[in-house]
């Protein structure tokens, strides 16, 4: 079997033959819980909930377990800071809508994991990231999408972050309303006091349907560590109540050059995101896709958005095209309330052993600050090990 080659003209005919010789059906997997790394998370102190998590590689060897001495940036989305006991929150919680943590290794210990968040002026925590761009209005707010380093850019940390505006005081009562790309140097120590923000092209909005890239990424290059390396980032977008998945692609050096970016239209890499097609649909607004051993990709996410499966689709090329979902893993009995929600599942391959895939889903509460003040160690990522037989 031949090595598909994103870079050809004729990309369409290339992943054709690739899915002639890759099965998209079946894979030989067992699955278990990673108590360990959901243990790392259950905190009383300091940080002790929230959603969001992505892991970043400091190295940018995306594909590579982490040494031992290596740092892994987490990203996390909303996140509760002050002090619980297991039976209840402490007065002087705060949430704020992301933070940070550094993890020095591959294994879940908690003296290597350190939390990070601002202060503002009256010493109260306080986001990391805090939208300050041309189109920002007041009040928004950054929920953040997946990030990379970028080892053509100085190994700056790219980051998506959406801006995010809340119409209504029910428990969904915000939206997305701004596509926005985070910049930070290099050894640039956290909490990040020094970082560029730019307003990007990259949030769709017709007809009632929402969609924005920075979903999940894929590093496509030799640096990162990729198996089969075209040099090219691919960035996976998602739209609309379907959830159906988008995918663009541009070469690191060009990362902040936004007219250069393409969109896979079914058969070609078009510079039109309006011309993007859907590779498959129910996926989740957090994903990830990772190469396997054997040649195939596989997308990691939360079926329908908010069901309460875990699944994959298998892919012939970072682009796809996904067989049908594969279900991993049944969460309801992380579910124990029906107030209690199931969302966001991703993979985390720089923290994988070989041949497994650690993954992580969000739990969380349409009831909040009720369910939080009952089960204070509620709001947090849980983790399984996906092992490939």
């Known amino acids: 079997m031949g090595i598909l080659c994103l870079n050809s003209p004729d990309l369409k005919a290339q992943t054709t033959q690739a899915t002639q010789h890759k099965d998209l059906t079946h894979i030989k997997f067992t699955v ?3 108590t360990d790394w959901s243990n790392l998370f259950k905190r009383n102190e300091g940080w002790f909930g929230g959603d969001g ?11 590579v377990t982490a040494g031992n001495n290596q740092q892994t940036l987490f990203i996390f989305s909303d996140s509760m ?3 619980v006991t297991d039976s209840t929150m402490l007065p002087g919680y705060k949430m704020i809508h992301n933070s940070v943590a550094y993890l020095t290794g591959n ?10 968040w601002n202060l503002d002026q009256h010493k109260e925590p306080d986001p990391v990231f805090t939208p300050r761009t041309p189109k920002t209005e007041a009040k928004d707010y950054y929920w953040l999408g997946d990030g990379f380093v970028n080892t053509e850019m100085n190994n700056a940390i790219y980051i998506f972050g959406y801006r995010v505006r809340n119409v209504s005081d ?15 140097a290099a050894n640039e120590p956290a909490p990040f006091a020094s970082y560029k923000q730019m307003d990007t092209p990259f949030y769709l909005e017709h007809d009632g349907d929402i969609g924005s ?3 999940g990424i894929y590093v496509n290059t030799v640096k990162a560590g990729a198996p089969s390396p075209d040099g090219y980032i691919y960035v996976y977008g998602v739209k609309g109540m379907a959830k159906q998945l988008l995918v663009a692609r541009v070469k690191p050096v060009n990362f ?4 250069k970016w393409t969109f896979w239209d079914g058969r070609n890499w078009v510079a039109d995101m309006h011309k993007a097609t859907a590779l498959t649909n129910s996926v989740s607004n957090e994903l990830s896709v990772t190469a396997l051993p054997d040649g195939r990709y596989v997308l990691i996410f939360q079926e329908g958005g908010m069901g309460q499966h ?6 012939a090329s970072p682009a796809g095209p996904f067989g049908p979902i594969i279900r991993i893993w049944d969460c309801s009995i992380d579910l124990p309330e029906k107030t209690h929600v199931v969302y966001n599942a991703k993979a985390h391959p720089g923290l994988s052993a070989p041949g497994e895939l650690l993954i992580s889903y969000n739990i969380n509460s349409v009831e909040f600050i009720k369910d939080l003040n009952k089960d204070p160690h509620l709001y947090r990522p849980r983790f399984i090990r996906l092992k490939l037989k």
């Open 32 to 34: 278990e819980r990673a």
């Open 53 to 63: 998590i992505y892991s970043i590689p400091l190295n940018g060897r995306e594909h």
């Open 81 to 83: 800071i002050g002090q």
């Open 107 to 116: 294994k879940p210990v908690a003296s290597k994991m350190k939390f990070y």
């Open 170 to 184: 029910g428990a969904f009562g915000f939206r997305e309303v701004g596509n926005t790309l985070i910049k930070i």
């Open 213 to 215: 890239f920075g979903a």
């Open 256 to 259: 902040e050059h936004f007219s």
């Open 310 to 315: 875990v699944a994959m689709r298998l892919g």
